[in-house]
């Protein structure tokens, strides 16, 4: 039995597509939630106005994991509601909406604009780390504005609200206490770590345009099941615990640290778009093994050791 829950809203199984990830369009979402078994689809962060993002190259693999500067990309709201009103309609799981803004009150226009297109929940994107020259330090870096944050987005829609938050700061739970008290309805943790750089030594320079680019995939789990720790500790809302899971192991370990559901990124480009169903039957045959019978019964559980 896979079944979750996200702040009331109900999922089959607790794979959840990562923004920014296949989610650029309404078709895509429906293909990764119809074809590919996904419990939950998030769309790419959308803002106010269309953003080009960085030149090419935006992405590069290393060792552990990939790199990446794609800027936040993305047509701008008015493009971008149909093909949220179109996963919606024909996804059958729930749809997430990702939202940011270079300006704290931009975050209430695109929230209740976003509204229009019904998503399943809204997740308030305050944690990118590879656009700070343009927008200054992530809001999610700071208790005291992620909150401003959250109250602005909450006062202008009734969807449930999700903060993404950055580890790249020295106590989550604190900025988790935060966005609970001003009202979010979940947390997902955690976007890309970093920046981190790669340089080609024969062209004797940096690979990507942008120069640096936000670390993701298997070589940040770690660091994103400390996080998922730490903010269940804090915080009594749900947490979509999201870094380096690749496989059903990885998604237990993340759902044992306190999730309710898994985020799924960088795996796409690893194990190809059917690793949402390759985790769920993994994860299926750990519980059979251990004997556990819900994602309810394993969540958290590493607390109490
Ligand atoms: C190519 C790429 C684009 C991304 N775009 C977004 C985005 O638009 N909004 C966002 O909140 N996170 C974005 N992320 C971060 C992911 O949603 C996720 O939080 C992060 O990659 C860690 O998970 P993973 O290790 O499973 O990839 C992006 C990640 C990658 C690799």
Do not use: W
């Not at 080009?52 to 590069?60: A, C, D, E, R």
């Not at 704290?104 to 994107?125: D, L, Q």
């Not at 870094?243 to 795996?267: L, N, P, Q, V």
């Amino acid at each position: 039995m896979l079944e979750t829950e996200l702040a009331g809203v109900k999922l089959q199984n607790p794979t959840v597509l990562a923004s920014g990830i296949l989610g650029v369009t309404g078709a895509s979402l429906v293909r990764v939630a119809t074809q590919n078994g996904a419990g939950a689809v998030t769309a790419k962060s959308v803002s106010l106005k269309e953003r080009k993002g960085h030149p090419t190259p935006v992405l590069i693999t290393y060792e552990h994991g990939m790199l990446n500067a794609v800027g936040l990309s993305n047509p701008g709201i008015d493009e971008f509601i149909p093909e949220i009103e179109y996963a919606v309609k024909n996804a059958g799981v729930p749809v997430i909406a990702s939202i940011f803004g270079s300006k704290v009150t931009e975050f209430g226009e695109i929230a209740k604009r976003i509204s229009a297109a019904n998503p399943g929940i809204i997740e308030v994107n305050i944690a990118c780390p590879n656009v700070d020259d343009e927008f200054g330090r992530p809001f999610s870096y700071d208790p005291g504005i992620a909150g401003v944050v959250t109250r602005i987005v909450k006062k202008n829609t009734k969807i449930p609200v999700f903060i993404k938050l950055s580890a790249n700061v020295t106590n989550i739970g604190e900025i988790a206490k935060s966005v609970q008290e001003s009202g979010a309805d979940g947390i997902t943790a955690i976007n890309t770590v970093g920046p981190g750089m790669a340089i080609n030594i024969e062209a004797r320079k940096p690979i990507l345009s942008n120069k640096s680019g936000g670390m993701s995939g298997p070589g940040i789990k770690p660091i994103a099941i400390k996080a998922v720790y730490d903010i269940y500790k804090s915080v009594k809302i749900p947490i979509i615990g999201t870094g380096g899971i690749s496989t059903g192991r990885d998604a237990i370990e993340i759902i044992m640290a306190g999730a309710s559901a898994a985020g799924i990124g960088s795996a796409v480009y690893y194990r190809g778009p059917g690793v949402f169903s390759k985790i769920c039957s993994e994860m299926q045959e750990f519980m059979d093994k251990e004997g556990f019978s819900s994602i309810k019964e394993m969540r958290g559980i590493a607390h109490e050791k």
